[in-house]
Each structure stands twice: as structure tokens, then as C-alpha cells.
């Protein structure tokens, strides 16, 4: 093993807006030891989630491949329909495609993020 990794970071323009919906989403804390204006970490439970800012980000467009979605957060829920609520209602968007155990949004910047759940 050469390292360990220690953070995933999203590029996106407001770094504490997107932060906030993906804290809601996943329950992890803003880390503000480690965060500033253009800089901001969610931490918890071994996991680091970091938000960079990127003023001219130009988002993914899902499906369409001009802009592809680089990367994306499968979150594994317990009761989808009530995970998709709650996330429709902090600014997220419902995109095309889905499958049987996976259901495919947006974040309040435009990656792509999956509710992904068992029946």
C-alpha cells in the first residue's frame, strides 16, 4: 500500500451550501477546523467529504455524455421514498434512469448521487 485515502472532494461555486445538503444527506458534520470560505469538510465515522470552491464549474448533464458525470456518491437509504423527499426538499433533482434497487438525483451544483436501497 503506498497511502490511504483521505478525503473525496467535490469541486462546485459555494462550497458551505453544498456542504450543508451533503451534511443533511449523510449525517456527517462540518469539520471547521479544517474549512474556510473556499474549502469545506464534512467529517465522521472515518469518512472525510470535502467541498472545493470552483467559481466556472460546468456541471455534469446526466446522461448525456458531452459533460459526463466524473464521479458520483451511492447512498444506501432504508425507506427511498422518504430519502427522496427529504432530498427533493434540501435541493437535489430527480434524473432519468434508475434501476431496481437505485434511484438516480442531482445535488443542489449538479452531480449526480444515488439513493440506492433494498426492497
Excluded: N
Amino acid at each position: 500500500m503506498i497511502g490511504q485515502l483521505r478525503s473525496v472532494v467535490i469541486d462546485c461555486p459555494d462550497p458551505r451550501a453544498l456542504a450543508a445538503f451533503y451534511s443533511e444527506l449523510l449525517g456527517l458534520p462540518v469539520d471547521a477546523d479544517a474549512s474556510d470560505d473556499d474549502w469545506v469538510v464534512l467529517a465522521g465515522s472515518g469518512h472525510r467529504l470535502a467541498f472545493q470552491k470552483a467559481p466556472d464549474l460546468r456541471p455534469p448533464t446526466w446522461p448525456a455524455p458531452e459533460r459526463p458525470q466524473q464521479f458520483h456518491l451511492d447512498v444506501q437509504v432504508a425507506d427511498v421514498d422518504a430519502a427522496e423527499q427529504r432530498v427533493l426538499e434540501l435541493g437535489a433533482r430527480r434524473l432519468p434512469g434508475e434501476g431496481d434497487d437505485f434511484r438516480v438525483y442531482a445535488d443542489p451544483a449538479g452531480h449526480p448521487f444515488c439513493l440506492v436501497f433494498t426492497d
